[in-house]
C-alpha cells in the first residue's frame, strides 16, 4: 500500500460556540467539544485509511482553555502514525480572536481510530510518513502512547510495553 502524509488527511473543522453547547460560566461544553473533536478525527482517519473507521480511544484531551460563547473554534486534525489497522489522529484546537482575526490555541487532544471492513474486523491501512519536524516528533512518540492505552485498556501486559519502559529506565 502507498504511504501518505499526514498532510493528506488534514481535517479543519470551523464552527461557532452557540448558547445551547455552554455551560453556566458560558463556556463550551467539554462533551461538545469531544464530540466535534471526534468528527475531525474520523474524516482524517477515512482519509488517510480510505475504510470505514470507528474510535477505538481517547487517548489524551487537555482543556487548557475555556471556549466563551459566540466563539470561532477550529479543529485541525491529522493523522500522526499508523500502525496495522489502528491510526493515531493529532488535533489541536484554535479559537479565533473577533476583532484581530487571530488564532490563540486552546486545547489539544489524540484519539485512536481503527480501519474495518463492513462487518466490523480491522483491515491493513497504508503507512504514514511524517514530513515536518512536528510531525515527525508526535510519529515518534505515538507508538508509547499506543502502549500506554493498550495498558490501561487491559489489552496489553505492563512488562510487553517496550517503549514505555525505556521511558522510564531512560528518564
Ligand atoms: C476498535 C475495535 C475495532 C478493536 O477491535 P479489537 O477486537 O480490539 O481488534 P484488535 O485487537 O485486532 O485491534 C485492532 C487495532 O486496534 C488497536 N486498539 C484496540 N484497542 C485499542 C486501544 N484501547 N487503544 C489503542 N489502540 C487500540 C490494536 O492495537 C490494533 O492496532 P493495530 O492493528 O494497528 O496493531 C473494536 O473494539 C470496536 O469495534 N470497538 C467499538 C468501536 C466503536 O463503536 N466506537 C464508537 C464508540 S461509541
Redesign the pocket.
Same mark, same amino acid.
Given at each position: 500500500m502507498q504511504a501518505r502524509t499526514p498532510e493528506d488527511s488534514k481535517t479543519t473543522l470551523t464552527d461557532l460556540v452557540l448558547p445551547s453547547e455552554t455551560n453556566p460560566l458560558n463556556n463550551l461544553f467539554g462533551g461538545e467539544l469531544l464530540a466535534r473533536m471526534d468528527r475531525a478525527a474520523s474524516i482524517a482517519a477515512r482519509r488517510h485509511s480510505r475504510r470505514i473507521v470507528? &474510535? !477505538?480511544?481517547v487517548?489524551h484531551v487537555a482543556f487548557n482553555k475555556a471556549v466563551p460563547l459566540g466563539s470561532v473554534v477550529t479543529v485541525e486534525a491529522k493523522v500522526s502514525r !499508523?500502525? =496495522?489497522? /489502528?491510526?493515531e489522529i493529532y488535533m489541536d484546537v484554535w479559537v479565533e480572536d473577533r476583532e484581530s482575526g487571530e488564532r490563540s490555541k486552546a486545547n489539544e487532544a489524540i484519539y &485512536?481510530f481503527?480501519a474495518?471492513d463492513e462487518t466490523? &474486523?480491522?483491515v491493513a491501512?497504508p503507512p504514514l510518513e511524517p514530513e515536518t519536524e512536528l510531525e515527525k516528533k508526535r510519529y515518534e512518540a505515538a507508538l508509547r502512547r =499506543?502502549q500506554l /492505552? @493498550?495498558v @490501561? !485498556?487491559g489489552?496489553m501486559k505492563p512488562s510487553e510495553a517496550t517503549e514505555l519502559k525505556a521511558l522510564f529506565v531512560n528518564s
Amino acid at each position: 500500500m502507498q504511504a501518505r502524509t499526514p498532510e493528506d488527511s488534514k481535517t479543519t473543522l470551523t464552527d461557532l460556540v452557540l448558547p445551547s453547547e455552554t455551560n453556566p460560566l458560558n463556556n463550551l461544553f467539554g462533551g461538545e467539544l469531544l464530540a466535534r473533536m471526534d468528527r475531525a478525527a474520523s474524516i482524517a482517519a477515512r482519509r488517510h485509511s480510505r475504510r470505514i473507521v470507528v &474510535t !477505538a480511544s481517547v487517548n489524551h484531551v487537555a482543556f487548557n482553555k475555556a471556549v466563551p460563547l459566540g466563539s470561532v473554534v477550529t479543529v485541525e486534525a491529522k493523522v500522526s502514525r !499508523a500502525f =496495522k489497522s /489502528s491510526m493515531e489522529i493529532y488535533m489541536d484546537v484554535w479559537v479565533e480572536d473577533r476583532e484581530s482575526g487571530e488564532r490563540s490555541k486552546a486545547n489539544e487532544a489524540i484519539y &485512536t481510530f481503527v480501519a474495518v471492513d463492513e462487518t466490523g &474486523t480491522p483491515v491493513a491501512i497504508p503507512p504514514l510518513e511524517p514530513e515536518t519536524e512536528l510531525e515527525k516528533k508526535r510519529y515518534e512518540a505515538a507508538l508509547r502512547r =499506543k502502549q500506554l /492505552s @493498550l495498558v @490501561l !485498556a487491559g489489552k496489553m501486559k505492563p512488562s510487553e510495553a517496550t517503549e514505555l519502559k525505556a521511558l522510564f529506565v531512560n528518564s
